[in-house]
């Protein structure tokens, strides 16, 4: 089960417990009130994702670096011992040798959640990754997510969310990867900002969305209406069919040729053609016969 009595370490910041054997719902109390980076990913937990846990993210609820400077996690340990570890963000692992402040992460996916994804995530204003996929969610994606102005990576891919994509994510200009793949969404895709930027892959396996780039233009129907399907099977059966009546065209052509053919030589034959022909034969070889003798006196 989930090990609550980490939620009595009052400085825990990071929490990594990813690809191991936990399962069952988790239960805290007032838990992780500093806590930047909590994973969970690859695990058996199961049950809804508890409004309070997310009520406790604290640390959660800021955005650092309004004065410019970068802070890491453990910054003054760091002679003692490292704290680098891998997460998985923007659809890759990243190894952090350091952990900054603000470097602040959910990943909760590959276990058993279910439910609705609770509308109080908008309120952690400091999330850079939020990673929810492979788990078996539903319901909508609550619209509270507008407000995760510096969120770089969202995936909710492969649950079971529906309802449509709310125009209000269209503000989140920090949104460098989007992955909504394989739930059940429908409706017109939000277009500007950064959607403009996300390739058909952020959207497959959901067959009631529309509009580019899953290569549709919104509110343009590209299945073919069911009448105009035996207009356009007949003309292919034409175009099959075409080479087949161009041969017997050709033929036709060549029966009708041969026959005419042979009738005209009938007709010559019995019309006294050969006498003809003789008499033709006759003039032609005795103009060669003169042309030879006239050759042969020049020389």
Not at 36 to 48: A, K, Q, T
Not at 146 to 171: A, C, R, T, W, Y
Request: proline fraction near 5%.
């Amino acid at each position: 089960m989930f090990p609550k009595w980490l939620g009595d370490l009052p400085h825990l910041q990071i929490l990594k417990l990813r690809s191991n054997k936990f399962y069952g719902p988790i239960r805290t109390g007032n838990l992780f009130s500093q806590i930047r980076v909590i994973d969970l990913s690859s695990n058996g937990f199961s049950g809804v994702l508890p409004v309070s846990l997310f009520q406790n993210f604290q640390a959660m609820k800021t955005i650092g670096e309004k004065s410019g400077t970068r802070e890491y996690v453990a910054d003054i340990y760091s002679y003692y011992y490292t704290n680098s570890l891998i997460v998985t963000t923007k659809g890759l692992d990243h190894e952090l040798l350091r952990v900054l402040t603000t470097q602040i992460i959910i990943d909760l996916s590959r276990n058993r959640f279910e439910g609705c994804i609770p509308s109080i995530i908008g309120d952690l204003v400091g999330l850079r990754t939020l990673n929810l996929s492979h788990n078996v969610l539903e319901g909508h994606i609550p619209e509270s997510l507008q407000h995760l102005s510096v969120l770089e990576s969202l995936d909710l891919s492969s649950n079971k969310l529906g309802g449509e994509i709310s125009q209000q994510f269209v503000p989140l200009t920090s949104l460098e990867v989007l992955n909504l793949s394989h739930n059940h969404l429908f409706g017109c895709i939000p277009k500007g900002n950064q959607f403009n930027t996300f390739e058909n892959n952020s959207y497959q396996g959901n067959d009631g969305l529309r509009g580019l780039p899953p290569s549709r233009d919104c509110g343009r129907d590209d299945r073919v209406p069911q009448e105009t399907i035996p207009v356009e099977l007949g003309q292919e059966e034409e175009e099959e069919d075409s080479p087949i009546i161009s041969w017997q065209a050709v033929l036709m052509g060549y029966g009708c040729g041969l026959v005419i053919g042979l009738s005209v030589i009938y007709i010559m034959w019995s019309t006294q053609y050969p006498t003809w022909f003789s008499r033709m034969d006759l003039k032609l070889e005795h103009r060669i016969t003169t042309r030879m003798k006239k050759h042969k006196k020049r020389y």
